[in-house]
């Protein structure tokens, strides 16, 4: 009994008649242009894309910086005096300068690669 329904549960068969039936129907408005597909990134080259990318990630880093800053001298003043600590807080202020300034000149780097590269705007 058992076998007999696992083999009546993969051996149905799927009904592809409406789905045929729906290609069918809307693949001659796709080959004549009528049924347009919306842009949803609303950037029509590949550099824009880039540049939203860039854009958004600056913004984040910016808005981050300011509390990884906070974090590193919370972890300072905590250290209590064990050298370790201050020295692993010290180091913390200094990456998030380093990463802070390489975001700040972030465009002006892809616009030396974009020039470097020949691509045109």
């Known amino acids: 009994m058992r076998e ?12 592809l008649k409406p789905l045929l039936f729906l290609f069918l129907l809307f693949v001659p ?15 029509d080259t590949f550099g824009e894309v880039i540049n939203a990318i860039v854009v958004f990630i600056r913004n984040v880093a910016l808005a981050l910086a300011p509390l990884v800053f906070i974090y590193a001298g ?5 250290s209590g005096g064990d050298p370790k600590e201050a020295q692993k807080a010290a180091d913390l202020i200094k990456w998030a300068i380093i990463g802070l300034a390489i975001i700040l000149i972030a465009n002006g780097i892809t ?8 691509v045109n705007n």
């Open 29 to 43: 408005f796709l080959v004549s242009g009528q049924v347009t597909i919306p842009n949803p990134l609303g950037y």
């Open 74 to 78: 919370l972890k300072y003043f905590f």
């Open 111 to 118: 616009s030396v690669i974009i020039d470097v590269m020949g």
């Open 4 to 15: 007999k329904l696992i083999s009546l549960i993969y051996m149905k068969k799927i009904n």
